[in-house]
Nanobody
Framework: QVQLVESGGGLVQAGGSLRLSCAASKRTFNTYAMAWFRQAPGKERERVAAISSTYYRTYYADSVKGRFTISRDNAKNTVYLLMRSLKPEDTAVYYC?????????????WGQGTQVTVSS
């Protein structure tokens, strides 16, 4: 079992920044592909960013490209999502997820989510 604990959500004005953190419970974290998803009310869950286990390859959804940055610190078993130039449409519950196979196709562990609210 892998536990993922997110933190860093909150209320921010449009144009502001937030950094989300997700701490994993396993030392094998360095082998996991990690991602951040979000889900707004009435909308489908969307993968916004991902980072591979090796070479730290990253993926960003078009809606956040150039504004969000995903990173990981394997020494701390933590993945981060730095969100800048936030917009009201970024308001959602943000979840981190782990693919323990390392491939980054199917995420088998999820955090509890953290609310991000961007006011206009």
């Amino acid at each position: 079992q892998v536990q993922l604990v997110e933190s860093g959500g909150g209320l921010v004005q449009a144009g502001g920044s937030l950094r989300l953190s997700c701490a994993a419970s396993k030392r094998t974290f360095n082998t996991y592909a990690m991602a951040w998803f979000r889900q707004a009310p009435g909308k489908e869950r969307e993968r916004v960013a991902a980072i591979s286990s090796t070479y730290y390859r990253t993926y960003y959804a078009d809606s956040v490209k150039g504004r969000f940055t995903i990173s990981r610190d394997n020494a701390k078993n933590t993945v981060y999502l730095l969100m800048r130039s936030l917009k009201p449409e970024d308001t959602a519950v943000y979840y981190c997820a782990a693919d323990t196979s390392g491939i980054g196709a199917t995420y088998d562990y999820w955090g509890q989510g953290t609310q991000v609210t961007v006011s206009s």
